[in-house]
């Protein structure tokens, strides 16, 4: 615009130019007729460039109002974004609990840290409540033996004890590890080696683990012993790791919830975060 104005303004001088070189060019003329026609020229030429000027500018002035306007009435509003509850809500636990995780590359199994509702924590793997998980590399001993994590404690029950067991001697089965091997297995590989475990059972056509020579129903519809045997070796976990407990207790009232997806009326030994729940709320009282 202001290069435009600029373009005009030049054009008008240039054409009082011209007028006033006429004007002087008429040698006829006396000095005097020739300063009024001069000084008339000058004057018109003054008011033709403000008239012009003053057009211009109120073109433009109205130009932009209408800008303005239409920019008004088309711009898009400000983006909605997701933020995660207030950190008062869940004071005084830290925020990072709850801090918002993309579903973009996510597990299809996770339970996201924001899923969580009103009073609820995810035990989430992604921070440090996942210590609380089966899953994580945190040894005990229980009944004398050392166990990397209770993953490997849990799905070692579902392999031979030894070569006399009934399920060592099924013919045509492959057992891929030892019950050695999967005690001292942590995270996804245990929980691996117990899914091949469980296609061995279903080939056999047993529904039943084993620890310690002694049988047990692994999904029974009221918890039994395998459940009692869960809940016994989550005690010595938390007993014996002193960060276990602190995280533990550190999660207060809040209400556990697990950070994967469970199937639909799983037993009760699978609902790690009520067994943990439940020993917090023992240790809660022995404060």
């Known amino acids: ?44 030429d003054r008011y033709s460039m403000h008239h ?9 002035i109205a130009a932009g109002l209408v800008t303005i306007s239409l920019g008004a009435c088309h711009s898009s509003p400000p983006p909605v974004t997701s933020n995660p509850a207030p950190i008062s809500e869940h004071s005084p636990y830290p925020a990072h609990w709850w801090t918002p995780v993309s579903k973009e590359g996510a597990p299809d199994w996770e339970i996201l840290p924001q899923e969580a509702g009103p009073g609820e924590v995810i035990l989430s793997k992604r921070n440090e ?11 005990f ?4 033996r050392h166990y990397a994590s209770l993953e490997g404690f849990w799905q070692m029950m579902l392999y031979p004890e030894n070569q006399d067991d009934a399920r060592a001697k099924f013919p045509g089965l492959e057992w891929k590890y030892t019950r050695e091997q999967v005690a001292q297995m942590t995270s ?3 929980k691996n080696a ?18 310690e020579g002694k049988k047990m129903e692994y999904r029974p519809a009221v918890p039994g012993e395998h459940y009692r045997l869960i809940v016994a070796a989550t005690w010595e976990k938390v007993r014996q790791n002193p960060e276990v407990k602190r995280i533990l207790l550190s999660t207060g009232n809040l209400v556990l919830k697990p950070d994967h997806h469970q199937e639909p009326n799983a037993p009760a030994a699978w609902r790690y975060y009520e ?10 009282k022995q404060r």
Request: proline share 1%.
């Open 141 to 144: 001993v229980f009944h004398g």
């Open 52 to 60: 012009r000027m003053s057009k211009m500018n109120y073109f433009y």
């Open 275 to 284: 067994i943990l729940t439940q020993i917090r709320t023992e240790l809660q």
């Open 188 to 190: 996804f590989e245990a």
């Open 194 to 211: 117990g899914t091949l475990a469980e296609e061995n059972m279903k080939r056999i056509g047993i529904t039943w683990v084993t620890f």
């Open 129 to 139: 409540l996942g210590i609380l998980s089966n899953f994580a590399a945190i040894p």
């Open 1 to 44: 615009m202001v290069r435009t104005q600029i373009h005009l303004i030049g054009q008008t001088k240039g054409i009082g130019k011209i007028e006033s070189s006429k004007v002087l060019g008429d040698a006829s003329a006396d000095r005097t007729d020739r300063t009024d026609r001069i000084d008339r020229i000058d004057r018109t």
